[in-house]
C-alpha cells in the first residue's frame, strides 16, 4: 500500500496523555491538529478521537471553566471528535469510568467495519494490549504513541510500532513560546 493512501485514525487518551505530558515537559498545551499532522506522517488523516470526562461543576467550578475552554478548543481542532466519560466518586477517591471502554469499543468497531488501515493510539495503559491484538487480528496495523514517562511496556510490545513523543518530535506541536526549554 502507498504511504499517502494509508488510512490512519489516532485515538487518544486524553487524562493519561495530560498527566504525561505534564510530567515530562511541564506543559500540557498541545495543538492537536499538528499533533496528528506529525503522527500521520504524509499519510490520510481520517479522524482524531479525543476521550476524557469532564470535572464536577459544582465541586471544582475554576477547574471545570478550564476545562471547558480546552473542551471548546478540542471542538474547533479539524476532524476531530470529543469523546466524554464520567466521573465517579467511590470510597473518596474520584475514578474515570466508560472512557478506556470507549477506546477500545471504538478502535474495534472502526476496524471490523474498515475505516481504518492504522490506528495510533496516544495512551500508556496496558490494558491496551488487548484491545491493540484484536485490531490486529483484523488486520489493521497498531502504533502506540506516548511520552517516555508514560510508556507501558505491555501496550507498547502488543503494536506494531512505537512512536516516543520526546521534546524533538513535539517542537512544533506545542502551543505558546517554543523557544523556550519544555524539559524538566
Avoid: W
Avoid at 20 to 25: A, N, S
Avoid at 134 to 160: Q, R, T
Avoid at 171 to 181: L, Q, V
Amino acid at each position: 500500500m502507498d504511504k499517502a493512501d494509508e488510512r490512519v485514525a489516532i485515538f487518544i487518551d486524553g487524562s493519561n496523555f495530560y498527566h504525561c505530558l505534564k510530567e515530562d515537559f511541564g506543559t500540557a498545551a498541545i495543538d492537536f491538529g499538528k499533533l496528528a499532522e506529525c503522527l500521520a506522517s504524509g499519510r490520510q488523516l481520517l479522524r482524531i478521537y479525543y476521550y476524557n470526562a469532564p470535572v464536577n461543576a459544582k465541586t471544582y467550578p475554576e477547574q471545570y471553566k478550564r476545562q471547558q475552554q480546552f473542551f471548546d478548543r478540542l471542538r474547533n481542532t479539524p476532524y476531530l471528535s470529543l469523546r466524554l466519560g464520567r466521573l465517579e466518586t467511590r470510597r473518596g477517591s474520584t475514578v474515570e469510568k466508560g472512557v478506556d471502554v470507549a477506546i477500545a469499543v471504538d478502535m474495534l468497531k472502526m476496524a471490523f467495519r474498515d475505516l481504518y488501515d492504522t490506528a495510533i493510539l496516544i495512551s500508556g495503559d496496558g490494558d491496551f494490549a488487548y484491545a491493540a491484538e484484536a485490531v490486529k487480528d483484523l488486520g489493521k496495523h497498531v502504533e502506540n504513541a506516548m511520552p517516555k514517562s508514560g510508556i507501558s511496556f505491555h501496550l507498547k510490545s502488543a503494536c506494531d510500532r512505537f512512536i516516543l513523543l520526546d521534546e524533538n518530535f513535539l517542537r512544533e506541536c506545542f502551543i505558546g513560546d517554543s523557544s523556550r526549554s519544555r524539559s524538566r
